[in-house]
């Protein structure tokens, strides 16, 4: 299967600092990217649909100015928690859909990213 | 829209038992569904799925899945677990053609005991 990379996996960081979390698709175009939020023996929480080129979609309830989204290429999205505070501290993972894919066809999944806020 | 509701949160077992992690799902229209495996720290792997055709469907690891439309489920089953599976499972639900953006279960914890 295409493979997303997702870096770092693990960041500790400083209340009050941002982080940059990337999201890459290594062989393969996406033109849509989602980022999810999971909480501890909890699922996945949609957070954004990032499409490449234009502004992401978040859901309801997700701060877009303490969430950053950039999906500057085909290739690459970046999330950024700006202004991290402890209450920030979970796992983040990302997920891509090959371009010209309908919406019968998996997204693939980054490994994840476990961010400590202290 | 569509919610998917796993029934078990956590499912002990012996190594080399049958397992099968309940999934059962809501929508008002048709849905593809999907079941993925993590690992600790780690992002998420398909296993499955089911998109048309036959109701029972083969992934990985020797994992399969039957769709039941009736009783809106889509059970994950192995005939025989193995120390290394042990990990969440989560199912997943998403409108066919829509643009895919799946609605996941709580998860499931699969222990697999020596």
């Known amino acids: 299967g295409a493979v997303v990379s997702q870096h770092p996996s693990r960041v500790i960081c400083k209340s009050g600092t941002s982080v940059k979390i990337e999201c890459r698709s290594l062989?393969?175009?996406?033109?849509?990217m989602f980022w999810y939020r999971q909480f501890p023996k909890q699922s996945l929480m949609l957070m954004a649909t990032?499409?490449?080129?234009?502004?992401?979609?978040?859901e309801q309830g997700v701060e877009k100015d303490k969430f950053l989204i950039n999906h500057a290429s085909l290739t690459l999205s970046t999330l950024t928690v700006t202004s991290a505070h402890p209450e920030d501290s979970s796992f983040y993972i990302c997920?891509?859909?090959?371009?010209?894919?309908?919406?019968?066809?998996?997204?693939?999944f980054g490994q994840g990213t476990r961010l400590t806020v202290v | 829209a569509q919610s998917v509701t796993q029934l078990d949160s956590q499912v002990p077992v012996f190594e080399e038992a049958p397992v099968e992690l309940r999934c059962n799902y809501s929508?008002?229209?048709?849905?593809?569904l999907f079941w993925y495996v993590q690992y600790p720290n780690q992002g998420l792997q398909l296993l499955l799925k089911y998109l048309s055709g036959s109701t029972l469907v083969k992934g990985i690891n020797g994992f399969e899945a039957e769709f039941n439309k009736s009783q809106t489920s889509f059970h994950l089953r192995k005939p025989s677990v193995h120390i290394s599976d042990t990990a969440e499972y989560f199912c997943a639900v998403s409108e066919s053609g829509g643009s895919y953006i799946p609605t996941f279960g709580r998860g499931t914890s699969l222990i697999v005991h020596p």
């Open positions: 929508s008002s229209v048709s849905v593809y």
């Open positions: 990032s499409n490449e080129g234009s502004k992401a979609t978040y």
């Open positions: 997920s891509a859909r090959a371009a010209g894919q309908g919406g019968n066809t998996e997204a693939f």
């Open positions: 062989d393969f175009q996406a033109t849509t």
